[in-house]
C-alpha cells in the first residue's frame, strides 16, 4: 500500500504545468498630424483712455456770458461752447481800425510830400536836407501804420477768441466757471477727452515681449474682449511698446490704438485685450496632455505602420488655444497617441481604438 501511495504521487507531480495568460496590448487612441500655420496670440488685462484729452481755456479776459454746449455731450471740432461777453473787444476793434485809418492818412501826407520834395530836388529847388527829411517822414509814416495794422489784427483777433470753441471732436466735461463770472486770461472751463479713437494701455510680461518682438515684424495686431465677455468688432493696432522693463514687476508698458465710431468704449474702462505674439508656419498642433517628459527631453508616442508604439523626442513650441505647438520631431502623417499614453513604453505594441485628424 505504501509503495502504491507514492506512485501515484510521484505521477502527480510529473504532470506539466499551466502556461501564464499573456496580457492583451494596451488600447489607445491617436490622431494623425499635418502641418498648419498657427497665430500665438495672449490676452492680458487693459484699461481704456481717451486719445487725447484737451483743457478749453479762455484766452482773453471778461465776462462769461453763455455756455452753449451740454456737459458730458459729444461736440464736434469747431463747435462753438462758450460765450465772453464781447462788447469791450468790440470798443478795442474800434479803436483800432480808427487809430489805423488816423495813421493810414498821414501815411498818404508823407507818400505826397515825398513825391513832391523829390521834384523839387531834382530842379534844385530845395535843398538835400529838406528831401531827406521828406524821406525819413515817409519811412516813420509806414512804420506807424504796419503798427496800427497789427493793432487791428490783434483786436481782431481777441474779438474772435469771445467765442470759445471745441479744438477737437470728443465727450465734454464739466464747466469750471458758470456765467457771470470774470475769467482771466487762461482761465480754465472744461475738457474734452477724443473718444474716437481710443488707447487702450496694458502690460506685456518679459517673456511675450521677448517672443513679439522676434517674431520679425509680426504681431502688431490686437482685438478686444469687453466686459460682457463679448469681443469688439473693431480690431486694433500696437502703436507703442516701451523700449524698457518695469524692474519692479517684470513687465513692458504698451498701447494700442482702437477705432471707436460708437462709443461703445469708455475711458477708464476695465477690458482684456488680445495681442498676436507670433506667427509659426508648417509646424504641428497635438493635445497638451499628449506630451510626455522622456529622460532628456519631452517627448510624444507615435504609432506605427506595425501597431507599435514609439517614443519620439520633440521640441516644443508655445501653448496655444488648440493645444501645444511641437516644432521639431514630428512628420506630416504621424499618428501620435493622445489617449492611454501613461504607462506606454518605447516598442510596445498597441491596440489602436480610435483615430483623429489635426
Known amino acids: ?72 455731450r459729444l ?53 538835400e536836407r529838406e528831401r531827406d527829411r521828406a524821406m525819413t517822414d515817409l519811412e516813420q509814416a509806414q512804420a506807424r501804420f504796419a503798427q496800427a495794422t497789427v493793432a487791428v489784427d490783434d483786436a481782431r483777433r481777441n474779438l474772435g477768441y469771445t467765442e470759445v470753441c471745441a479744438p477737437v471732436a470728443g ?21 474734452i477727452t477724443q473718444q474716437d479713437p481710443v488707447h487702450v494701455r496694458f502690460a506685456l510680461p518679459e517673456e511675450d515681449f521677448v517672443l513679439r518682438r522676434g517674431s520679425a515684424g509680426r504681431g502688431h495686431s490686437a482685438g478686444l474682449i469687453l466686459p460682457d465677455k463679448t469681443p469688439y468688432p473693431h480690431p486694433g493696432e500696437i502703436d507703442f511698446t516701451s523700449s524698457t522693463v518695469d524692474f519692479r514687476t517684470g513687465t513692458v508698458s504698451a498701447r494700442a490704438v482702437f477705432a471707436n465710431p460708437d462709443q461703445e468704449l469708455i475711458p477708464g474702462q476695465f477690458v482684456r485685450i488680445l495681442v498676436t505674439l507670433q506667427h509659426l508656419e508648417n509646424v504641428f498642433l497635438v493635445p497638451e496632455a499628449a506630451v510626455s517628459q522622456g529622460r532628456e527631453t519631452p517627448q510624444v508616442f507615435v504609432v506605427d505602420e506595425t501597431d507599435t ?9 508655445p501653448v496655444v488655444h488648440g493645444g501645444r505647438v511641437i516644432l521639431e520631431g514630428l512628420r506630416k502623417g504621424d499618428r501620435v497617441v493622445v489617449n492611454g499614453h501613461v504607462a506606454l513604453r518605447d516598442g510596445m505594441p498597441v491596440n489602436v481604438v480610435g483615430e483623429g485628424a489635426r
Not at 461752447?81 to 489805423?100: K, M
Not at 501826407?109 to 521834384?119: D, Q
Not at 465727450?171 to 458758470?178: A, D, I, K, P, W
Open 171 to 191: 465727450v465734454t466735461g464739466l464747466e469750471s466757471h458758470s456765467e457771470g463770472n470774470l475769467l482771466e486770461w487762461g482761465a480754465l472751463l472744461t475738457t
Open 1 to 72: 500500500m505504501l509503495l502504491l501511495a507514492l506512485g501515484l504521487a510521484a505521477c502527480e507531480d510529473s504532470s506539466p504545468e499551466p502556461q501564464a495568460k499573456q496580457m492583451p496590448p494596451p488600447s489607445v487612441e491617436v490622431m494623425t498630424v499635418q502641418e498648419a500655420d498657427v497665430e500665438v496670440v495672449r490676452d492680458y488685462p487693459a484699461r481704456v483712455h481717451g486719445s487725447r484729452q484737451v483743457q478749453v481755456r479762455a484766452r482773453v479776459e471778461g465776462i462769461l456770458k453763455e455756455r452753449l454746449y451740454e456737459e458730458g
Open 75 to 127: 461736440v464736434e471740432q469747431g463747435e462753438v461752447l462758450f460765450r465772453i461777453d464781447p462788447e469791450r473787444h468790440e470798443i478795442a476793434l474800434r479803436r483800432a481800425e480808427a487809430d489805423l485809418a488816423d495813421v493810414r492818412a498821414q501815411l498818404n501826407h508823407a507818400r505826397r510830400e515825398w513825391a513832391r520834395y523829390s521834384a523839387l530836388f531834382e530842379h534844385s529847388a530845395v535843398s
Open 309 to 317: 508604439a514609439r517614443a519620439r523626442p520633440v521640441r516644443l513650441g
